[in-house]
């Protein structure tokens, strides 16, 4: 108890103080996260809202339980997996990312991509199938039919931002094969969080804990309020 | 004037069934046309192959004298519209709804227009309320402004009244009646009641397993049948 009561004192100090070195980890940590949420959102939803409405696709038996298994990627083998592409020897070491955010970006949508698409996927599968042959029955066009059964399951589409956000911020082995928690370059809020453990410094390590939590927490306040109003009508 | 459609040799397979079978059909310009039967007998089939949301498998369907090819222009189908049993609204305010289909042509949306439509489907006061909020029947008139306000040239109507109370099947019937007398709209209505056939449609064909068995004027149809099928479908015999 003692050491929870002083990880919320510590965090409060932290924040209180306004520590440079915090704010260059919650920032880091907020660039990371977001680019490859973006780029995740920007390559799964298109591929998931098409693989959702072509209900006959050749080859769908295989291709849904693929996608089921990338959503439940480990980090861990994401992290090994991105390293060994981008180490000196491996195909695109060339590019110079590893230990550097871009590379993290690039094992962290790894990990976000299955999951927006197999959720966008399942939430476009769940929209009525008589919408798009109404939507045709109007005189839309297919891509049309495809924008508006998109905006139709739009309360899903956003779970899936919301699950694909949650994974990545609170992913710590990747970005650590990846990234190398490099002081000042390439630590993020869960690896400062491993590191000050290890260094037995748990109040510290619990207080970027609930920092982290609380950033979680707000971001998905707001998507929470999104989906709030998208489910109005 | 040429016929809105002309049907040759129409067979229509879903895998090894045939489910319409339709050698020879012609529907008149601005006529209201009731097609009755039992329930898998092909009617809303039919609807669909009038809309162009299917190919037929085989045979031609002409379109104002156009035949008609498995790519039919989005200018033509556009023309056609055609209101479901159970309508399809977005997750939208009901004004919203009755706007997509000018939105969906990219015209500019002319409020007075929707406006109208919802004024006279008597939905004027719900313009602003989410569509969830609906009954049944104020979702149905919702559908039928929907497909009104875009003023289809042909207007296809898969048992439009289904479940719905005497009030609303009298104002749906009205505005279907009355839009045909305005503007001439040719109107295709698949229905299971009898009556509203009886009281809306210039001429009523029966169809039992994908066949048009009889086609008639409709004060002869009901008073003269030629086949004993829709006699025994008049009489309300179980036919097949």
Redesign the interface.
Known sequence: METLGRAFSDALGLLWRVDSTLLEIVGLTLQVTLVALAIALLLGIPIGAAIGLARRLPGRALLVPLIYTGMGLPPVVVGLFTYLLLSNQGPIGGLGWLFTPAGMIMAQTIIAFPLVLGLTMAAVQSV?P??P?????????RR?VAL?TL??SRIGVTAAVVAAYGSIISEVGAVMLVGGNIEGETRVLTTAIVLETRKGNFALALALGIILLGLAFLTNLVFHRLQVR???? | MTPAYELTGIRHYYGERCVVNVPDLEINTGEILGIVGPSGAGKSTLLRLLNFLEVPTEGQIRYHGNLTTSDVSLETRREITTVFQRPMLLRRSVAANVRIGQRIRGTAPKDNSVDGWLDRLGLGELADAPVRTLSAGEAQRVALARALVVSPSVLLLDEPTGNLDPYNVGLIEEIVRADCAERGTTIVVVTHDLFQSRRIADRTALMINGRMLEIAETMRFFSDPQHPKTAAFLRGDLVY
């Open positions: 009525d008589d919408l042959i109404q939507m045709r029955a109007l005189g839309a066009t049309q508006t905006v139709e998208q489910g109005g009508s």
